[in-house]
């Protein structure tokens, strides 16, 4: 799974929002659009934001081996 997956696979699952995410990033919404059609891969240097913003660790949003699979 990419890591746009993983954090799309997390909105649905905590029933969270791409425009809560984008807002407690401080970001519009049109940058998940670029990051989920390519465009950008700045969501790398939000990681830590992000996985606070899910409460859990950045391996699981890598999708580093040992992590399961179902958040």
């Known amino acids: 799974m990419s890591i746009m997956s993983n954090i799309e696979d997390l909105l649905n699952q905590q029933g ?3 425009s809560e995410l984008c807002a407690y990033l401080g970001l519009t919404p049109s940058s998940f659009s670029m990051w989920k059609t390519g465009n950008s891969e700045s969501y790398l240097k939000h990681m830590p934001k992000i996985a606070k913003f899910f409460g859990v660790p ?11 699979k179902h958040f």
Not at 58 to 68: H, V
């Open 16 to 18: 969270k929002t791409k």
């Open 58 to 68: 950045m391996s699981m949003i890598f999708g580093e081996r040992g992590t399961p």
